[in-house]
């Protein structure tokens, strides 16, 4: 493979769409373990997404010689601090987009975090020996924030993608 910083985003957005094809699969699979290969295959297209989306900010970091150019993670890159330092306007849209809770690289950035975070049993409360053991449950409840779906990852890909891209046609010197 070449050396060039674009290939590694090209490759990470190309491993991304293979786990969106396999995740797929295991939608439509009668497979005894769907689940946890649908599972696996979600987590395999977010680590991906990820990792492009840094790739994507080492090539813009190697262009324009931020000082941080290597930095093993997006947030290292996407700061205010990181811009002031070294403004590009590649790097300005990229911090609007993470700034904004409601835009998919905001999205993409908090779902591969939720991925460090140690499950969590529900909050009971104590329990009162004078309470009758058999208790009335409600099936309302809300239920845990639903998974990411192919297609919301498949959309959160062609973004990365299309910025790619467009970023390259326009990189320019400040």
Not at 73 to 98: C, D, F, G, I, K
Not at 161 to 174: I, S
Request: aromatic residues 6%; proline residues 6%; charged residues 20%.
């Amino acid at each position: 493979m070449a050396r060039e910083l674009y290939t590694r985003t090209n490759q990470k957005i190309y491993f991304a769409g293979l786990a969106l094809e396999a995740m797929r699969r295991a939608e439509s699979g009668q497979a005894l373990n769907a689940q946890a290969l649908l599972q696996a295959e979600r987590e395999s297209c977010l680590f991906h997404l990820y990792g492009g989306t840094l790739s994507l900010c080492h090539e813009i970091a190697g262009y324009y010689h931020v000082a941080p150019a290597n930095a093993p993670r997006v947030e290292l890159l996407l700061n205010s601090n990181v811009l002031a330092t070294s403004p590009s306007p590649e790097l300005a849209e990229l911090v609007e987009l993470t700034l904004q809770s409601d835009s998919w690289l905001a999205q993409l950035l908090a779902a591969h975090a939720a991925l460090f975070v140690p499950p969590q049993a529900p909050k009971a409360a104590k329990v009162d020996p004078t309470l009758p053991l058999i208790n009335a449950v409600n099936l309302d409840e809300e239920q845990a924030a639903p998974e990411l779906s192919s297609a919301e990852l498949e959309a959160w890909r062609q973004q990365l993608k299309v910025l790619a891209l467009r970023f390259r046609e326009t990189l320019t010197e400040w």
